[in-house]
């Protein structure tokens, strides 16, 4: 897979697929717990958008899809667990550069579990 340079040119499909994997190691559910432990009293760690080009250097595109469903089955299983109502997804986070941010915004895994 070549290195990532956002803005210059179209992602391939191995480099979406690991930015969909990096994204649910260390974005989707680490930042629905910081929300639901800490509220808007500590931001989340600041996403690093070619994080994922290191961890999925030599793996091929089968191999990316299988680790990303593997790790999206667990993250709707984490948080189908953590049993979510109403006024849960209408907490607040702190994004580190866009500010309070909800559960319920267009970036949460909660819209996936909502419509599976």
Partial sequence: MDVLQEGKGPWSPSEVVAHLIYGERRDWIPRTKIILQ??????????????????????????????????????????????LGAEDLARHGRHPAFGPVTLRGPQRLTNALLSN
Avoid: C, I, Y
Avoid at 41 to 50: G, H, I, N, V, W
């Fill in 38 to 83: 800490f509220g808007e009293t500590r931001k989340f760690e600041p996403f690093d958008r070619a994080g994922h080009v290191r961890e999925s250097q030599g793996k091929s595109l089968p191999r990316l899809l299988d680790e990303f469903a593997r790790l999206r089955a667990k993250s709707l299983d984490q948080l189908r667990a953590m049993n």
